[in-house]
């Protein structure tokens, strides 16, 4: 139990184009949802905190306006890249806390290349 | 606020050896939990071990157990029989029960683990 499934798993766009990742939690609902961006080799950083029917949250330095984040449903959370650029590139998981409330579930992730 | 620190950006292994992966942490807090989670080339984030800061015996979970030295804010990970589908990196992280920042996972840097045969 507590799946979470993010589409694309891999996405190629063309710089000024915008990209939207989906997350859904398959099996429970999940009020809050977390977006992380990961370079290679390096940790998960936490961009913002979804949660639904409110605003997220964005962590310091992360671009509101670049990153929109919408968590319409108790399923679904969605990031979509707003006038993507090169520097973009890079990949992206979502997460979620479990029904249990003593951990987290994570997406597979996908990943951005903006070309 | 809390931070999280692995000391150790790569180990390496013999297969069916064992090895211990380091990471300590700090805090104020003492309600928390604490993880580890595997990333292996996939990239799909997996849970590894988790121990709860109140509970004083230390978690286990087939071949990985950890070692928590709650005064030291110490939560290694030891992997016995290692095995080559261990190879992934390997992340500590710190979550907070209660508060404002309830739910936040905080990650330490990462240690590439690779197992070798």
């Known amino acids: 139990g507590a799946v979470v499934s993010q589409h694309p798993s891999r996405v190629i766009c063309k710089s000024g184009t915008s990209v939207k990742i989906e997350c859904r939690s398959l099996d429970f609902q999940a009020t809050t949802m977390f977006w992380y961006r990961q370079f290679p080799k390096q940790s998960l950083m936490l961009m913002a905190t979804s949660n639904e029917g409110s605003k997220a949250t964005y962590e310091q330095g992360v671009e509101k306006d670049k990153f929109l984040i919408n968590h319409a449903s108790l399923t679904l959370s969605t990031l979509t890249v707003t006038s993507a650029h090169p520097e973009d590139s890079s990949f992206y998981i979502c997460?979620?806390?479990?029904?249990?409330?003593?951990?987290?579930?994570f997406g597979s992730g996908t990943r951005l290349t903006v070309v | 606020a809390q931070t999280v620190t692995q000391s150790q950006p790569e180990m390496s292994v013999q297969e069916a050896e064992t090895v211990t992966l380091s990471c300590t942490y700090d805090t104020s807090e003492n309600n928390y939990y604490l993880f580890w989670y595997k990333q292996p080339p996939s990239r799909q984030m997996i849970l590894v071990i988790r121990q709860e800061a109140y509970k004083q015996q230390n978690a286990t979970e087939n071949r990985f157990s950890v070692n928590f030295q709650k005064a030291a804010k110490s939560f290694s990970l030891k992997i016995s029989d290692s095995q080559l589908g261990d190879t992934a990196m390997y992340f500590c992280a710190f979550m907070k029960r209660g508060g404002t920042s309830y739910g936040k996972l905080t990650f330490g840097q990462g240690t590439i683990l690779t197992v070798h045969p």
């Open positions: 997460s979620a806390r479990t029904p249990r409330g003593d951990g987290y579930t």
